[in-house]
């Protein structure tokens, strides 16, 4: 590259101070503009939004009260009119001349919206709407709730025109014996009407989920979940705008926009009813939309004259951008590289990492298959000793004595299945399903495999378990290679101690713990002990990942393994598991020592 070449690269890499103020100044500004209209938008929308919130509960609470108010006062009235002495003389002369005018003077000053008087038999005798004389209730709910209440009852019933009726009854007696039963219909759909007039969407719910009263008739008789599906909030208030919106000045389009609708839930201390209102957030949405439309306006004409400054040095650096949207790209063919190569390193570890995992149980074995070959010696010379004086036994014709020697040939046959059983389980890899184990049979197993190493080295072993199962889910042979390890590193760390000893202790509890500790000159080393290849041993003692596997094996297992250096001196190596809690309910204060 020629030496103007250079000078046109470096103009291009340092760009003039006024370039990265304005930049510095568009940000800036960005975050002022941004800061300004979220916290505009947040305080002016709760404002706005509680306001009317608490206009809708003020509502909210008139109509609920106005609703009770109503139910109460026609409450009464059946308590009142049962008692009334011309309706007994005229149930029980059946006289009802004068019944029906009298039964219209009530309603018209009670304002219920009808009034009926039924014989026993169901039949209307008198009644407020005399086109309803001599009609037939005897199957209507409240005749015969009535009659299977000693109180005034409430019922509620569908009429054919898809509407509500709504009637306290209460059966009328002289004596003690039935002769009647007095009905006062309450009209509650005059609520409907003035809830209409209104931008709200109300609904009244029975204790069942029913819609008995509503704004929408659509809604009428079905469960909140499907009415609301019929008909949504939104809709039903944009629909009650239309109808009324000839009461105002404004369109009802000035009034709604959007979907979003506030909710408000009240409970009517009445048979457990409920009523809900909805109310838009359009007034809400507009009066904040109109603020921030404003302070975006003006911080938009201050990023354009931002961005007007700055778009004057955009040619200048585009070749600036397309040197090094090619170098960006050459790095990252170079990167995608790199990955493949590392991905393919990875899974090359892995199968290092297994491999060294059964080598390092394979060394293990090969260490101890010497101290073993004795074990077995001691067994096949016994054996040779038996056959020969079972021979001779049998030459003297005494076959009992020789069936002795027989069954303790067996006895040492049975034991040299066991020491090999043990190598061959222990030089296998363990499957990788867990299932249930006790931990006391694994440290048994382990120690049984150590046996000839702690005799040669005359290592005292001291073990503490409890007297019920330690119960973990694992593998036990690869339970069985993390102790023998462990053991193995204690042994060798008192190689110079005159006096070697090894403790092992199992505890339960929330937690399974089992502690090594060795009576040798501790780790000096405790950060770098589980690094695979670390070792303090001398070479061709150990090739340093005996507790690396150990480690991995552990963490496999759900738990962890630990070291750390003694108080009164030696390392302290412990493995904690999660416990089975549920087959294994253990009993810390039963522990046995075995030296």
Same mark, same amino acid.
């Given at each position: 590259?020629?030496?103007?070449?250079?000078?046109?690269?470096?103009?291009?890499?340092?760009?003039?101070?006024?370039?990265?103020?304005?930049?510095?100044?568009?940000?800036?500004?960005?975050?002022?503009?941004?800061?300004? +209209?979220?916290?505009?938008?947040?305080?002016?929308?709760?404002?706005?939004? $509680?306001?009317?919130?608490?206009?809708?509960?003020?509502?909210?609470?008139?109509?609920?009260?106005?609703?009770?108010?109503?139910?109460?006062?026609?409450?009464?009235?059946?308590?009142?009119?049962?008692?009334? =002495?011309?309706?007994?003389?005229?149930?029980?002369?059946?006289?009802?001349?004068?019944?029906?005018?009298?039964?219209?003077? &009530?309603?018209?000053?009670?304002?219920?919206?009808?009034?009926?008087?039924?014989?026993?038999?169901?039949?209307?005798?008198?009644?407020?709407?005399? @086109?309803?004389?001599?009609?037939?209730?005897?199957? !209507?709910?409240?005749? #015969?709730?009535?009659?299977?209440?000693?109180?005034? +009852?409430?019922?509620?019933?569908?009429?054919?025109?898809?509407? &509500?009726?709504?009637?306290?009854?209460?059966?009328?007696?002289?004596?003690?014996?039935?002769?009647?039963?007095?009905?006062?219909?309450?009209?509650?759909?005059?609520?409907?009407?003035?809830?209409?007039?209104?931008?709200?969407?109300?609904? %009244?719910?029975?204790?069942?989920?029913?819609?008995?009263?509503?704004?929408?008739?659509?809604?009428?008789?079905?469960?909140?979940? @499907?009415?609301?599906?019929?008909?949504?909030?939104?809709?039903? /208030?944009?629909?009650?705008?239309?109808?009324?919106? $000839?009461?105002?000045?404004? =369109?009802?389009?000035?009034?709604?926009?959007?979907?979003?609708?506030?909710?408000?839930?009240?409970?009517?201390?009445?048979?457990?009813?409920?009523?809900?209102?909805?109310?838009?957030?359009?007034?809400?949405?507009?009066? %904040?939309?109109?603020?921030?439309?404003?302070?975006?306006?003006?911080?938009?004409?201050?990023?354009?004259?931002?961005?007007?400054?700055?778009?004057?040095?955009?040619?200048?650096?585009?070749?600036?951008?397309?040197?090094?949207? @090619?170098?960006?790209?050459?790095?990252?063919?170079?990167?995608?590289?790199?990955?493949?190569?590392?991905?393919?390193?990875?899974?090359?570890?892995?199968? *290092?990492?297994?491999?060294?995992?059964?080598?390092?149980?394979?060394?293990?074995?090969?260490?101890?298959?010497? *101290?073993?070959?004795?074990?077995?010696?001691?067994?096949?010379?016994?054996?040779?000793? &038996?056959?020969?004086?079972?021979?001779?036994?049998?030459?003297?014709?005494?076959?009992?004595?020789?069936?002795?020697?027989?069954?303790?040939?067996?006895?040492?046959?049975?034991?040299?299945?066991? /020491?090999?059983?043990?190598?061959?389980?222990?030089?296998?890899?363990?499957?990788?399903?867990?299932?249930?184990?006790?931990?006391?049979?694994?440290?048994?197993?382990?120690? !049984?495999?150590?046996?000839?190493?702690?005799?040669?080295?005359? +290592?005292? /072993?001291?073990?503490?378990?409890?007297?019920?199962?330690?119960? %973990?889910?694992?593998?036990?042979?690869?339970?069985?290679?993390?102790?023998?390890?462990?053991?193995?590193?204690?042994?060798?760390?008192?190689?110079?101690?005159?006096?070697?000893?090894?403790?092992?202790?199992?505890?339960?509890?929330?937690?399974?713990?089992?502690?090594?500790?060795?009576?040798?000159?501790? %780790?000096?080393?405790?950060?770098?002990?589980?690094? =695979?290849?670390?070792?303090?041993?001398?070479?061709?003692?150990?090739?340093?990942?005996?507790?690396?596997?150990?480690?991995?094996?552990?963490?496999?297992?759900?738990?962890?393994?630990?070291?750390?250096?003694?108080?009164?001196?030696?390392? #302290?190596?412990?493995?904690?598991? =999660? /416990?089975?809690?549920?087959?294994?309910?253990?009993?810390?204060?039963?522990?046995?020592?075995?030296?």
């Amino acid at each position: 590259m020629t030496d103007r070449d250079d000078t046109e690269s470096t103009q291009l890499r340092q760009p003039a101070p006024i370039g990265l103020v304005g930049r510095i100044a568009i940000v800036v500004a960005l975050a002022a503009a941004i800061a300004v +209209v979220w916290v505009s938008n947040k305080l002016l929308t709760e404002r706005y939004t $509680e306001s009317t919130r608490a206009r809708a509960e003020l509502r909210l609470a008139l109509y609920s009260g106005n609703l009770l108010s109503e139910l109460q006062r026609n409450s009464v009235v059946p308590l009142l009119l049962s008692r009334d =002495p011309a309706f007994i003389s005229a149930l029980s002369s059946e006289d009802y001349l004068n019944s029906s005018q009298r039964l219209i003077s &009530y309603r018209d000053e009670i304002g219920a919206a009808s009034l009926l008087l039924l014989d026993q038999g169901g039949r209307a005798v008198a009644a407020s709407d005399r @086109e309803r004389l001599g009609s037939q209730h005897r199957q !209507s709910p409240y005749f #015969v709730e009535a009659l299977r209440a000693s109180d005034t +009852v409430f019922t509620t019933a569908q009429t054919e025109a898809g509407g &509500y009726q709504f009637a306290y009854s209460r059966k009328i007696t002289n004596g003690g014996a039935l002769i009647g039963v007095i009905v006062v219909e309450v009209d509650l759909t005059k609520f409907e009407k003035s809830w209409a007039g209104i931008s709200d969407a109300v609904f %009244v719910t029975d204790s069942t989920g029913t819609v008995i009263l509503t704004t929408e008739p659509r809604w009428r008789g079905l469960p909140e979940n @499907e009415a609301l599906n019929v008909m949504p909030a939104p809709s039903a /208030i944009e629909t009650a705008l239309n109808k009324t919106a $000839e009461w105002a000045a404004l =369109p009802s389009e000035a009034f709604f926009a959007g979907d979003d609708v506030m909710r408000q839930d009240a409970r009517i201390p009445f048979q457990g009813w409920r009523m809900t209102s909805f109310t838009t957030y359009a007034s809400v949405r507009e009066r %904040v939309n109109g603020v921030l439309a404003l302070e975006i306006m003006a911080f938009a004409i201050l990023l354009a004259l931002g961005f007007y400054v700055m778009s004057r040095r955009a040619t200048s650096a585009s070749r600036f951008f397309q040197l090094e949207s @090619e170098e960006l790209r050459q790095l990252n063919d170079r990167l995608q590289s790199e990955m493949s190569e590392r991905k393919k390193a990875e899974e090359n570890l892995q199968v *290092a990492e297994q491999t060294l995992q059964q080598s390092s149980k394979l060394a293990a074995l090969g260490e101890m298959s010497a *101290a073993v070959s004795h074990e077995l010696n001691q067994p096949l010379a016994a054996m040779k000793t &038996y056959l020969a004086g079972a021979k001779l036994l049998l030459q003297r014709k005494r076959p009992e004595e020789a069936l002795s020697s027989f069954q303790r040939i067996d006895d040492l046959i049975e034991r040299m299945g066991a /020491i090999t059983k043990q190598l061959k389980s222990y030089a296998r890899k363990g499957g990788d399903a867990f299932q249930p184990m006790d931990v006391r049979q694994s440290i048994s197993s382990a120690l !049984s495999m150590m046996e000839p190493q702690l005799k040669r080295r005359q +290592v005292r /072993i001291t073990r503490n378990v409890p007297r019920e199962p330690v119960m %973990v889910m694992g593998d036990n042979v690869r339970l069985e290679q993390v102790l023998i390890n462990l053991m193995r590193n204690a042994i060798d760390a008192t190689k110079t101690i005159d006096d070697p000893q090894v403790d092992i202790l199992l505890t339960g509890g929330d937690q399974v713990r089992i502690s090594v500790r060795d009576n040798g000159p501790g %780790v000096a080393d405790l950060d770098q002990l589980f690094e =695979p290849f670390y070792t303090t041993k001398a070479p061709g003692d150990g090739v340093g990942l005996g507790l690396a596997i150990s480690s991995g094996i552990v963490t496999d297992f759900g738990g962890r393994l630990t070291a750390r250096n003694g108080t009164a001196g030696g390392a #302290v190596f412990e493995v904690e598991l =999660p /416990i089975l809690k549920d087959r294994n309910k253990q009993n810390d204060s039963g522990v046995q020592a075995a030296e």
